[in-house]
């Protein structure tokens, strides 16, 4: 007798994240590291293999630590705001590179590219800017950083995510199968164990 059903077992998973979303949900996860309390900003590089080679977020200089630099904005004293000193995400990520260079690469960054990673942008040879973001664009910063990307033939534009959230859920691995120690365990079964351990520890 022919089945009139699929075989569910043989077809593969629908609901999984579209490239977009993966590199964008990417650079989001990377600003959950940001310390800034008003903007965090993450930004995630693309290789046209789809493959990522940078990831950054905006935060404060190696050895200026988070604790004794500022992240005001509004007091009188500029030396006394954040702007002078933090790195912006678009910055930390060309300099995070893990390949020979970023030509040719796409960016995808939360909020719009200001005129300083403009012209990282443009100096690095990322060809495309894929933005969330445009709530800075009525300030002298994002016009001329328009300007300079219009000028250097950088494409850019908004990306609208497939989905409005992306739930990371830990509990969602399959713990029993995890705990299925061997007869004569590996050293990374045994570490697999103490986490697992460690998790119900912490009752998640
Ligand atoms: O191109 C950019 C522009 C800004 N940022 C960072 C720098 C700051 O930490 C915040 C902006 O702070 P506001 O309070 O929204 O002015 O975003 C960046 O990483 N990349
Ligand atoms: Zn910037």
């Not at 960016?107 to 894929?130: R, S």
């Not at 609208?160 to 007869?183: K, L, R, T, V």
């Amino acid at each position: 007798m022919t089945t009139l059903f699929k075989d569910l077992s043989k077809s593969k998973r629908e609901n999984y994240i579209s490239w977009h979303d993966y590199f964008m949900a990417t650079a989001f996860l990377a600003a959950k590291r940001s310390k800034d309390p008003c903007s965090q900003v993450g930004a995630c590089i693309v290789n046209d293999e789809k493959k990522i080679v940078g990831i950054g977020y905006n935060g404060m200089p190696i050895g200026c630590s988070d604790e004794d630099f500022p992240w005001s904005k509004d007091s009188i004293d500029d030396l006394e705001n954040k702007y002078l000193y933090v790195c912006h995400a678009e910055l930390n990520a060309v300099l995070n590179k893990n390949s020979a260079d970023v030509k040719n690469c796409t960016i995808y960054v939360g909020l719009f590219p200001c005129n300083e990673c403009a012209k990282v942008i443009i100096q690095a040879g990322i060809k495309e800017i894929i933005y969330l973001s445009d709530k800075h664009s009525h300030k002298t910063s994002t016009i001329a950083s328009k300007r300079l990307l219009d000028a250097a033939n950088v494409k850019y534009w908004q990306y609208m995510p497939q989905q409005c959230q992306i739930i990371i859920d830990f509990s969602e691995i399959d713990w029993n199968n995890m705990n299925q120690m061997p007869q004569t365990p590996e050293k990374h079964d045994v570490e697999k164990h103490e986490l697992i351990d460690s998790v119900f520890n912490l009752n998640l």
